[in-house]
């Protein structure tokens, strides 16, 4: 007796395959959250992020009302993630080598103690910008490890590890949702109470989060023997990274939107109040429409069953990143600026997480902490060359010029990874098939009587 026909056998299998990916996504958006410790986390970090939001728009407004100066704001984002630039790397060995979760403990109480140092100078009347200065550069130090260490340690959250792209996906929802209350609050607060109230709560908030790490329960990594010296593995991390043509490359267009495009937000104060004539409040609003489409951004990508298509989308989300940040230069309108805003935030969110996903899924597990170390580096580190840049040509020029042309240039990189695609593809396919990411293409190759194609996008 015959079986089905090729057509039947293809519907089957394309059948079968979405039961599996229903099964695999039981839990919606939020399916990452049935893993205990990634819940604690979640929860933990999310109180601890609202806080951080907090203070930096409170800095932002407090070093602008002390010397209304756009290159000091730009000095000031500089300081306070320059560091990342520089200890990155090295922080990525160590969470190769160390407990992460151990580090990360350290680096939570560390900006703690930060925080409320600053709490403390403000609130009793001393503070000086030369306390800004040095306290964003303690505060860029920890992050510089924090960050890529914090970054390594979700997988190790995470049970199963199909999840681990939803998992990577509500990380950036809880920032940005994050993003969208801290600012908002913040700018009532300073109104209020001051800028020191921010500062405050800020330090309290790590409280959250250092209780979620203590009552995690995290299985002991396997052993890894050291191959040399930290020099000598941060080498060997450089050369696979850039032996890698998607890592790359998707390292190089983060560099650039860094760069280029994000020192918008270190700009925000100028147009709150020069451009639009407003106060606190309406710095709140643009920095909480920005966090609204990157909120946006995280939950479609956090509603994605399947890494495929990242590479076009990481394509076009730069695109729509820098025709947000170029409409947002030519706005003296709040409404039209916070839908600039939005679709800025949308844009780069998509970017960011889409390229955290596509590297966390392609990297070998013995080098996730030092590539990841330089995804911080492309992200965090360029931040302050952009903000220093920026404040110091916005001096010049204006801010309005200085943003659009950093839209602009993320425009053009965005046509450039455009045309590089299919190469991209090429080089990611045959991980995601060994990797089973790509099923049928895996079928295909184990049964040469039976090809199937394999999808168009990765």
């Not at 993003?179 to 908002?184: A, E, F």
């Not at 299985?219 to 991390?237: F, V, W």
């Not at 909480?288 to 990157?294: D, K, L």
């Not at 495929?308 to 394509?315: E, N």
Request: with cysteine; glycine share 10%; net charge positive.
């Amino acid at each position: 007796m015959k079986g089905p026909s090729r057509p039947g056998r293809r519907v089957e299998a394309q059948q079968a395959q979405r039961a599996k990916g229903k099964q695999g996504g039981r839990g919606g958006l939020f399916r990452a959250l049935t893993s205990r410790n990634y819940r604690l986390f979640f929860f933990g970090q999310s109180v601890s992020l609202i806080g951080t939001w907090m203070q930096q728009v409170a800095m932002s407004w407090l070093v602008y009302r002390l010397t209304g100066s756009a290159l000091l704001l730009g000095t000031v984002g500089f300081t306070s993630q320059i560091p990342t630039f520089l200890v990155a790397p090295f922080a990525g060995v160590l969470a190769d080598r160390s407990n992460r979760r151990r580090l990360l403990l350290i680096t939570q109480s560390l900006a703690m103690a930060q925080a409320f140092l600053l709490a403390y100078f403000v609130l009793s009347g001393s503070i000086r910008v030369w306390h800004i200065l040095l306290l964003s550069l303690l505060l860029g130090v920890v992050n510089g490890f924090d960050i890529p260490i914090r970054q390594a340690f979700v997988i190790e959250m995470v049970e199963d590890k199909q999840r681990l792209p939803n998992a990577i996906a509500l990380n950036s929802s809880m920032v940005n949702a994050a993003r969208l209350i801290g600012p908002s609050v913040a700018g009532l607060l300073i109104s209020v109470l001051g800028e020191g109230a921010c500062f405050l709560l800020n330090g309290l908030s790590y409280l959250a989060v250092l209780g979620s790490l203590l009552a995690m329960r995290v299985a002991p990594r396997p052993a890894r023997a050291s191959r040399g010296s930290l020099l000598y593995e941060l080498r060997e991390g450089v050369k696979y990274a850039l032996g890698s043509e998607p890592i790359r490359a998707i390292l190089l267009l983060m560099a650039l939107m860094s760069l280029m495009g994000m020192p918008y937000a270190v700009l925000m104060p100028v147009f709150a109040k020069e451009v639009l004539h407003g106060g606190p409040h309406t710095y709140g609003f643009l920095m909480a429409a920005a966090g609204v489409g990157a909120l946006c951004g995280t939950v479609y990508l956090a509603s994605r069953r399947s890494v495929v298509g990242l590479g076009r989308l990481i394509s076009i989300a730069c695109a729509l990143f820098g025709a947000g940040v170029a409409c947002f230069a030519l706005s003296s309108v709040l409404w039209i600026s916070l839908c600039s805003l939005f679709f800025c935030g949308f844009g780069a969110m998509v970017q960011v997480s889409g390229s955290n996903t596509i590297l966390q899924t392609i990297v070998d597990d013995d080098k996730r902490g030092r590539v990841m170390s330089f995804f911080t580096m492309s992200f965090m580190g360029m931040t302050p060359f952009g903000a220093l840049c920026a404040g110091a040509v916005a001096g010049r020029i204006g801010a309005p010029l200085t943003v659009q042309i950093g839209g602009l240039a993320c425009l053009a990189g965005s046509l450039f990874f455009a045309a590089w695609l299919p190469s991209f593809r090429e080089k990611v396919r045959p991980i995601y098939t060994r990797l089973g990411i790509i099923p049928e293409l895996a079928r295909g190759m184990q049964s040469a009587s039976e090809p199937t194609l394999p999808p168009k996008e990765e």
